[in-house]
């Protein structure tokens, strides 16, 4: 499997300094864990993109093309993963996502957030979803949000406005996982092409506490893995990444660990 870092912190509006370290963070675990749940040996090709901390543009470029050049790699090649950095990253990379799978592609977002209250240019972490609904990269009914424990009423009128659709966590624990599973496996089942964005703070506080925004009652490790391990099984499951782990907020480093299980678990 393809493993590509990006190193990049300046799309959080300067809140989330430290998440330049987390894609080596996160490989650093990578080798601890020895075969994956299902009895697979993970083998990883570690590669990076460039990235310009006082030039967010030319970084966004960067990801951009070198994204695309993944993407259009051998499917024997395996998912590629992508490691950030905020979560700005991820508008370059779904961009680049549906520029080499045009057909009817889709997105789920792990997320304690919307990430749509804001309308910075470029995008940031706070306003990607926006900037991907409004630049038509993705249609707004291809998006699923799992995780939604904290917004701004604009945000949630705006996800009702374009009929984004979205799992809060209250849904989550009413309804049950496997249910909530069910429902997004149906949904993912038909798309094109799926792209999965796995913010690390969809994760409760209490096994994620290494991020910069954190959010009390949201999923356990476990949950997530259990959410991830199906989706992979999709055979139009093409590509993912994973956000705003923070080594400077991380002391016991169990958060860039449970980031590189669930790299793991996606291999
Ligand atoms: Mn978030």
């Known amino acids: 499997m393809n493993i590509i870092k990006i190193p990049f912190s300046s799309g959080g509006l300067g809140k989330t300094k430290g998440t330049e370290l987390g894609p080596d963070?996160?490989?650093?675990?990578?080798?601890d864990f020895f075969l994956t749940e299902d009895g697979r040996e993970p083998s990883f090709l570690i590669h990076s993109i460039p990235v310009e901390p006082q030039d967010f543009l030319k970084t966004n470029e960067n990801i951009f093309s070198h994204a695309r050049e993944h993407f259009e790699k051998k499917p024997e090649q395996g998912v590629p993963l992508f490691l950030g950095g905020d979560h700005s990253v991820t508008y370059s990379l779904v961009k680049a996502f549906a520029s080499v799978n045009p057909l009817n592609p889709g997105i789920i977002i792990f997320d304690a957030h919307p990430d749509c209250c804001?309308?910075?240019?470029?995008?940031?972490?706070?306003?990607?979803?926006?900037?991907?609904?409004?630049?038509?990269?993705?249609?707004?009914?291809?998006?699923?949000?799992v995780g939604i424990r904290n917004s701004f009423r604009d945000e949630l009128r705006f996800l009702r406005q374009?009929?984004?659709?979205?799992?809060?966590m209250t849904e989550i624990f009413n309804e049950g996982i496997q249910e909530i599973s069910e429902a997004l496996m149906a949904?993912?089942?038909g798309f094109g092409s799926l792209y999965i964005s796995v913010d690390i703070d969809a994760l409760d506080p209490a096994f994620a506490p290494g991020t910069g925004y954190q959010?009390?009652?949201?999923?356990?490790?476990?949950?997530l893995l259990f959410?991830?391990?199906?989706?992979k099984k999709l055979k139009n499951f093409k590509a993912g990444d994973i956000v705003e782990?923070?080594?400077?907020?991380d002391p016991s480093g169990i958060?860039?660990?449970a980031a590189a299980k669930i790299v793991v678990e996606l291999a």
């Open 25 to 31: 963070a996160i490989a650093a675990n990578l080798e």
């Open 118 to 145: 804001s309308d910075f240019s470029p995008p940031t972490h706070e306003d990607l979803l926006l900037a991907l609904v409004k630049e038509k990269i993705i249609s707004p009914g291809n998006i699923i949000l």
């Open 162 to 168: 374009h009929h984004i659709s979205w799992f809060s």
């Open 187 to 189: 949904k993912a089942k």
């Open 215 to 223: 959010e009390p009652g949201g999923l356990a490790t476990r949950e």
């Open 227 to 231: 959410f991830l391990q199906r989706l």
């Open 245 to 249: 782990v923070n080594p400077a907020k």
């Open 255 to 257: 958060t860039a660990k």
